[in-house]
C-alpha cells in the first residue's frame, strides 16, 4: 500500500510493480502528481497547482529514470527582483545587482569578491540566517533582499532562523544570471508533470485511487505499507503539531506579453513573496488564446490555507526538528511501514531528491525481501 500519490509515492509504486509485486496508491486529493500537479487552464496556459516547478539536478541518474516517462526541454531558469517599476535586478545577486544596488561599476568576478568582503561582517561560525547573511554579503544587501523576504515567507526576523535555510542560496560573482548552479542539469518536462506521472503509474501491477484518505489500520490487509502523509497526522499528534508554512496564490489574466525571465521576486514588504508568468517556461504556452495567466504567492501559516502542508518550518534552535526525531523514533516501532517524501519526513526536498531518495529506499526494500 502507498500513501501518497506524489514523487516518493509514483516512485515507490513503479519500482515495486517492476519487480513483481502489486502496489496500491491512494492519494486524498482528487489527482495524482501531489504537489507536482499542473493543467492547461482556460487561456490555454500550464499552469503548476502548486507553485511554480522547476527541474534542476546535479545527478544524471535521474534525469535517465525520469527521461523513461517524458522528453525534457532544455531550460535555463531566470529569476528578477522587483526593485521599483521598470527596475528589475538578478537574484541571485550577480555582480550586476551589486552594481545597481551600490551605484559602483565592478568589471569582474575579482572585484566582486573584494567588493563583497569590504561590506561583510566576518562571523566564523554563524548562529542564524543574519549572521550568515551578514558574513556573506553585508547589511545592506542582506536587509534588501533578505529580511522583508524572510519575514514574510516565514514569519520570522531573519536572527530566528537556521543558517540552513539560506545556506543554499547562491550568489553570482560574475554576470551568470541564472537562478540555479551551472553544475546542474535544467529542463522542463515537455509535457507538463502531470503527464509524468500518469506514465509512471501506467502499469498493470499498479492500482490508483484518488479522493481516498487514509484510515488506521488500512494498512493491515497490505504486505506493507510506504506512507508520505504528514507523519505527525499518522500518530494524531499526540507529541504536538509539526508546523508548515503555506501559500494562497492569486491568479489573474493578462494579454499576451513577452519577458526575459519567469519568475519575479518580490523583496518589499508588501503581502506577496513572488510572481510567475506560466507562459514565459518551454512548452507551457500550450493553445495560444492572446491571454496569458500570472500568479502571485501569499504565504501564510498552513492553518489558514486548508492545512496545505508547504514548508516544514526551521528555526535556529531547531525545536521542530527535535519534535519530528521524536515521531521519527515511534515509526521505527511499526513493523510494516515507512514513511516516505517530504511529509513523511519533515524535510523541504527538491523533485531530485525525492526521487533519489525514494528510489534508493524502494530498491533496498525490495532486494532484502526477495533475497
Ligand atoms: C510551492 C512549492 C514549490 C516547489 N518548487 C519546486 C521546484 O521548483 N523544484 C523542485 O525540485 N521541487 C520543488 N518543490 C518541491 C516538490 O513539490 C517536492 O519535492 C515534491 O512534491 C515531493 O513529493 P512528495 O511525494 O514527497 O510529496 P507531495 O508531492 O506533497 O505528495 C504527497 C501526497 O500525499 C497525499 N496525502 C497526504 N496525506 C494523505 C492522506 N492522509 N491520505 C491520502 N493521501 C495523502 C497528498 O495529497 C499528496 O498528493 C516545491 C514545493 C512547493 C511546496
Redesign the pocket.
Known amino acids: 500500500m502507498i500513501?501518497?500519490?506524489?514523487?516518493?509515492?509514483a516512485v515507490h509504486a513503479r519500482q515495486l510493480a517492476e519487480a513483481g509485486f502489486e502496489a496500491h496508491v491512494?492519494?486524498?486529493?482528487p489527482h495524482i502528481a501531489?504537489?507536482?500537479y499542473d493543467f492547461v487552464n482556460e487561456n490555454g496556459v500550464r499552469v503548476h497547482a502548486?507553485?511554480?516547478?522547476?527541474?534542476?539536478t546535479k545527478q544524471r541518474h535521474i534525469v535517465d529514470w525520469l527521461q523513461k516517462f517524458t522528453e525534457f526541454a532544455p531550460y535555463s531558469h531566470k529569476v528578477r527582483a522587483f526593485i521599483a517599476p521598470d527596475s528589475y535586478v538578478p537574484l541571485p545577486i550577480n555582480l550586476n545587482t551589486i552594481n545597481v544596488i551600490f551605484g559602483v561599476e565592478l568589471k569582474n568576478e575579482t572585484e566582486a569578491k573584494n567588493f563583497l568582503a569590504s561590506v561583510a561582517i566576518p562571523c566564523e561560525s554563524p548562529k542564524n540566517a543574519a549572521e550568515y547573511l551578514y558574513s556573506k554579503i553585508g547589511v545592506k544587501l542582506t536587509d534588501l533582499f533578505f529580511r522583508p523576504y524572510t519575514k514574510k515567507m516565514w514569519l520570522m526576523d531573519l536572527e530566528e532562523m537556521s543558517a540552513s535555510v539560506v545556506q543554499r542560496i547562491p550568489i553570482n560573482y560574475d554576470e551568470t544570471d541564472t537562478y540555479f548552479s551551472r553544475e546542474e542539469i535544467q529542463v522542463m518536462p515537455r509535457n507538463g508533470y502531470t503527464a509524468i506521472f500518469e506514465k509512471i503509474l501506467d502499469h498493470t501491477n499498479i492500482e490508483v485511487e484518488t479522493n481516498?484518505?487514509?484510515e488506521k489500520g488500512m494498512e493491515r490487509d497490505y504486505l506493507y505499507c510506504f506512507n508520505?502523509?504528514?507523519i505527525d497526522?499518522y500518530f494524531d499528534f499526540v507529541h504536538g503539531r509539526l508546523p508548515y508554512r503555506s501559500?494562497r496564490f492569486h491568479h489573474r489574466t493578462e494579454p499576451l506579453f513577452t519577458q526575459e525571465w519567469s519568475v519575479t521576486n518580490f523583496t518589499d514588504s508588501s503581502p506577496f513573496t513572488r510572481e510567475t508568468s506560466w507562459h514565459v517556461l518551454p512548452d507551457h504556452h500550450v493553445n495560444p488564446t492572446g491571454n496569458v495567466t500570472i500568479t502571485r504567492e501569499e504565504p501564510c501559516d498552513y492553518a489558514d490555507n486548508n492545512f496545505e502542508r508547504?514548508?516544514p518550518v526551521k528555526t535556529a534552535d531547531g525545536r521542530y526538528q527535535s519534535l519530528y526525531a521524536i515521531y521519527k523514533n515511534d515509526a521505527k516501532l511499526l513493523p510494516n511501514m515507512s514513511f516516505i517524501?517530504?511529509?513523511g519526513t519533515y524535510q523541504y526536498?527538491?523533485?531530485?531528491?525525492?526521487i533519489n531518495q525514494s528510489l534508493t529506499h524502494v530498491n533496498a526494500w525490495i532486494a532484502d525481501r526477495l533475497a
Open positions: 500513501v501518497g500519490a506524489g514523487f516518493a509515492g491512494i492519494d486524498k486529493r501531489g504537489n507536482a502548486y507553485g511554480p516547478h522547476l527541474f534542476h481516498a484518505s487514509y508520505s502523509m504528514p497526522e501559500i508547504y514548508y517524501g517530504r511529509c526536498l527538491d523533485m531530485d531528491q525525492v
